[in-house]
């Protein structure tokens, strides 16, 4: 990583820290939600992190496309830090979801079209990195295959909602918040979307630092 | 069991006596199978049962918590304060893990590297 890298990581991580900081302030400061009440709060952090699942998800894809048909490693590199992430933030969604469900649905998990999808997405990406973890040489290729296809899921999650209706909230909530909601919501979603930028700087380094480590064995088995 | 116990003993197996030994093997094993099998489909359709009659009747239609009965209301504010520290402690664990894995990484380029200058005897510039 060059100067200018970690110099724009080294704000980022700033910019976040602050961000966060004030996030707490902010949500308390919101109103609760007619119907669910203080519970509905974790909408603040339960609706930005599945955003930044799917922001990974779609690095992920690509990435894995253009490694796919130009078979440039550094994008490989870029698809598995961005996999990594995507479980992350998908295991961060699917534990916040079934508090706030339990408490404003009675279940912990509705098993509805909405969640069942989710998770599978979620399984596809623990899928791929087990792939990359355990399947031996070319097990890149077939993960990015993997990849392509948890990335075509992303549209189905995501209106699954409007399609099956259930419990689960349409589409339509976040685009008409009212603005003391709204403030706060947006804030969140910038201050994970930093945090997103700042993880996947730090595992993309992970990945170049582990390309540049393989060259220097190779180099000095040759030797 | 004391015609394994039998067999086991007599050091003096013949091939035939190993494949008679090993098809009952076999067969013990069947069985216990089988016998746990029925015993897990008979123990989960009794708890079936039983979950079903202590469940409460579904509710037909979405009733808002604030009118909930307030016996059948959960405190928000721990379900909030888990959700929340959840996504931290997870943030964290991760932040945590890339350091250990990044310092592993640039430990073993450091190593290689002095190895290979010393094997060479020359130095190579590293910026890790």
Same mark, same amino acid.
């Given at each position: 990583?060059?100067?200018?890298?970690?110099? #724009?990581?080294?704000?980022?991580?700033?910019?976040?820290?602050?961000?966060?900081?004030?996030?707490?302030?902010?949500?308390?400061?919101?109103?609760?939600?007619?119907?669910?009440?203080?519970?509905?709060?974790?909408?603040?952090?339960?609706?930005?992190?599945?955003?930044?699942?799917?922001?990974?998800?779609?690095?992920?894809?690509?990435?894995?496309?253009?490694?796919?048909?130009?078979?440039?490693?550094?994008?490989?590199?870029?698809?598995?830090?961005?996999?990594?992430?995507?479980?992350?933030?998908?295991?961060?969604?699917?534990?916040?979801?079934?508090?706030?469900?339990?408490?404003?649905?009675?279940?912990?998990?509705?098993?509805?079209?909405?969640?069942?999808?989710?998770?599978?997405?979620?399984?596809?990406?623990?899928?791929?990195?087990?792939?990359?973890?355990?399947?031996?040489?070319?097990?890149?290729?077939?993960?990015?295959?993997?990849?392509?296809?948890?990335?075509?899921?992303?549209?189905?999650?995501?209106?699954?909602?409007?399609?099956?209706?259930?419990?689960?909230?349409?589409? #339509?909530?976040?685009? #008409?918040?009212?603005?003391?909601?709204?403030?706060?919501?947006?804030?969140?979603?910038?201050?994970?979307?930093?945090?997103?930028?700042?993880?996947?700087?730090?595992?993309?380094?992970?990945?170049?630092?582990?390309?540049?480590?393989?060259?220097?064995?190779?180099?000095?088995?040759?030797? | 069991?004391?015609?394994?116990?039998?067999?086991?003993?007599?050091?003096?197996?013949?091939?035939?006596?190993?494949?008679?030994?090993?098809?009952?093997?076999?067969?013990?094993?069947?069985?216990?199978?089988?016998?746990?099998?029925?015993?897990?489909?008979?123990?989960?359709?009794?708890?079936?049962?039983?979950?079903?009659?202590?469940?409460?009747?579904?509710?037909?239609?979405?009733?808002?918590?604030?009118?909930?009965?307030?016996?059948?209301?959960?405190?928000?504010?721990?379900?909030?304060?888990?959700?929340?520290?959840?996504?931290?402690?997870?943030?964290?664990?991760?932040?945590?893990?890339?350091?250990?894995?990044?310092?592993?990484?640039?430990?073993?380029?450091?190593?290689?590297?002095?190895?290979?200058?010393?094997?060479?005897?020359?130095?190579?510039?590293?910026?890790?």
């Amino acid at each position: 990583m060059n100067g200018v890298s970690r110099r #724009t990581q080294t704000f980022l991580i700033v910019v976040g820290a602050v961000m966060f900081a004030a996030a707490p302030l902010l949500i308390a400061s919101a109103p609760n939600e007619a119907t669910m009440g203080l519970v509905a709060k974790i909408l603040y952090f339960h609706v930005p992190v599945w955003f930044m699942m799917f922001l990974a998800v779609f690095i992920c894809g690509i990435a894995s496309g253009v490694y796919l048909f130009k078979g440039r490693p550094a994008a490989d590199r870029l698809a598995v830090s961005a996999a990594e992430l995507a479980v992350l933030f998908g295991v961060m969604g699917l534990t916040t979801g079934p508090l706030w469900a339990r408490v404003s649905w009675g279940v912990w998990w509705p098993w509805d079209v909405r969640t069942t999808l989710a998770l599978i997405l979620e399984m596809n990406f623990v899928a791929y990195l087990l792939l990359r973890k355990y399947g031996g040489p070319g097990a890149e290729k077939l993960a990015a295959g993997v990849a392509l296809f948890g990335m075509f899921n992303v549209p189905f999650v995501y209106v699954s909602v409007n399609v099956w209706r259930t419990l689960h909230p349409e589409t #339509t909530v976040v685009p #008409t918040l009212p603005t003391a909601m709204a403030g706060p919501f947006w804030w969140c979603v910038v201050a994970y979307f930093v945090l997103f930028l700042v993880m996947l700087g730090g595992r993309r380094r992970l990945e170049d630092q582990r390309a540049r480590l393989d060259e220097l064995r190779f180099a000095y088995e040759e030797e | 069991m004391n015609f394994v116990l039998l067999m086991r003993k007599n050091r003096r197996l013949r091939l035939s006596d190993m494949r008679i030994l090993r098809t009952f093997r076999a067969m013990r094993y069947f069985l216990r199978g089988a016998v746990l099998l029925v015993a897990l489909l008979l123990i989960g359709s009794q708890a079936t049962v039983i979950v079903e009659a202590t469940q409460p009747a579904p509710v037909e239609e979405f009733v808002p918590i604030g009118e909930l009965p307030e016996e059948e209301r959960l405190p928000a504010a721990p379900f909030l304060i888990s959700a929340y520290s959840i996504v931290w402690i997870l943030a964290f664990g991760y932040f945590w893990m890339l350091s250990r894995r990044l310092s592993a990484v640039e430990r073993e380029m450091v190593t290689l590297t002095k190895r290979r200058d010393d094997a060479t005897g020359g130095t190579s510039e590293s910026s890790f």
